[in-house]
């Protein structure tokens, strides 16, 4: 996958989050994948993203910047919602978050 291919596909998924079509996820992410630096499956983070969105229902990805190169890439995103129920640790208090996050994605 060129570089380019590779940053398409990291903005489709961007978008798919976004429009929160966590039942597409099985065209981002493998059946086996890492989860916050473990050994994991598609089903946990799919059901993280359904926690975080059933938390935050106006969640909304923001890619800020992205870099790679081969079958790697880094993405810088900033996150924001407001939070319906505690996610955490933040309280439901009708304010909007902000979240900064640096994500890697390797495709193979």
């Known amino acids: 996958m060129s570089d380019t291919d590779l940053r398409e ?46 938390a935050v229902p106006d969640f909304h990805w923001e890619p800020r910047e992205i870099a790679g190169g081969g079958d790697r890439l880094a993405a810088r995103l900033t996150n924001t919602g407001t939070p319906a129920k505690q996610w955490l640790g933040v309280a439901p208090t009708g304010r909007l978050v902000r979240d900064r996050r640096v994500r890697h994605l390797s495709r193979s």
């Open 9 to 54: 596909f990291y903005l489709r998924y961007i978008g798919a989050l976004n429009a929160h079509e966590i039942y597409r996820m099985d065209e981002f992410i493998n059946d086996e994948t890492t989860l916050n630096g473990e050994p994991g499956t598609r089903g946990q983070v799919i059901a993280v993203l359904n926690g975080d969105i059933d």
